[in-house]
């Protein structure tokens, strides 16, 4: 609900296009998730920086949570046209929850964007 976030992506959220094909085919959401923040590139390079809990790297999978900027990370190479073109803007983020307390990662989360 933060005024910089501009989108959050989770397969089990009310607004995810394949809400339903999604609870046909899992039990739950899984522990990745898409936000959006409106910031640029620097900004939410920033913001990923400033994640205590959350570890930058470019797998999403494991017990420890983690942050990827597509833009910085798994896409740097690709032109930035050709990004926005794809939908990896600069303020793209996907996150991995891992098995931290979920009041330590909202914090951390809280954290992080209030520096911003």
Avoid: W
Wanted: aromatic share 6%; proline share 5%; net charge negative.
């Amino acid at each position: 609900e933060h005024p910089l976030v501009t989108y959050v992506k989770y397969p089990f959220r009310p607004d995810h296009p394949q809400e339903e094909i999604a609870r046909k085919q899992m039990k739950a959401g899984g522990a990745v998730l898409t936000i959006g923040l409106d910031s640029d590139q620097q900004q939410t390079y920033t913001f990923c920086k400033n994640l205590q809990y959350f570890t930058m790297a470019e797998s999403l999978g494991g017990v420890e949570s983690l942050v990827c900027h597509p833009a910085t990370m798994t896409h740097a190479s690709i032109p930035e046209d050709i990004r926005k073109e794809i939908g990896i803007s600069d303020g793209l983020l996907r996150l991995s929850i891992g098995i931290e307390h979920i009041d330590d990662l909202i914090d951390d989360l809280n954290m992080a964007i209030a520096k911003l």
